[in-house]
């Protein structure tokens, strides 16, 4: 969006540090609660969920750094 701020775009891209870990443990939790405690296949429910989640976690940061207006025009705004 060309009529973007230069600090609801900082806002927008400082909210990328959080997505990676948020997915992961998402995907830890129910990975734990779903499938390790319902099924006792200890560790391995956990330990597939969060690889899940961190293939989620990168594909929504490349998402939203593909989609970013201002990665290819003028740096400064």
Do not use: N
């Not at 990975?31 to 969920?49: E, K, M, N, T, V």
């Not at 929504?60 to 290819?72: A, H, N, T, W, Y």
């Amino acid at each position: 969006m060309p009529g973007q701020s230069f600090y609801s775009k900082i806002g927008r891209l400082s909210s990328l540090i959080f997505i990676l870990p948020g997915c992961m443990a998402v995907g830890w939790i129910l990975g734990y609660y779903l499938i390790d405690r319902c099924f006792s296949a200890y560790p391995w429910g956990s330990i597939s969920l969060t690889l899940l989640g961190a293939g989620t976690g990168f594909y929504e940061i490349i998402r939203i750094l593909v989609r970013d207006p201002g990665s290819k025009s003028d740096p400064h705004g």
